[in-house]
Nanobody
């Protein structure tokens, strides 16, 4: 089994910063793309950012220039550094990853964490 565990969610004032780590554990052979999604109250889950195993990144327009995604492959961990936070960034943030568990099979599975709440409010 594989688990993704997010942490770091908190209440922060507008303009503040937070760093969210997400650690993958369990039966892992190799991790492909890792990403962060978020879901605000009453809205659909949306993509925030992704990073490949080689370090290539993608950001949604709403966070570009404010958020930075990175990963530590040795620790099976992905990070989301969030700066200049706005009230509209308030959401539950979910970690996502494509993971291959079997060295003899090419198939990967997609996994989700349970989420961590970020609230941006004064």
């Amino acid at each position: 089994q594989v688990q993704l565990v997010e942490s770091g969610g908190d209440l922060v004032q507008p303009g503040g910063s937070l760093r969210l780590p997400c650690a993958a554990s369990g039966n892992i052979f190799v991790i492909g793309v890792m990403g962060w999604y978020r879901q605000a109250p009453g809205k659909q889950r949306e993509l925030v950012a992704t990073v490949t195993s080689g370090g290539s990144t993608y950001y949604s327009d709403s966070v570009k220039g404010r958020f930075t995604i990175s990963r530590d492959n040795a620790k099976n961990t992905v990070y989301l550094q969030m700066n200049s936070l706005k009230p509209e960034d308030t959401a539950v943030y979910y970690c996502n990853a494509d993971i291959r568990s079997d060295r003899f099979k090419l198939a990967t599975m997609n996994y989700w964490g349970k989420g961590t709440l970020v609230t941006v409010s004064s």
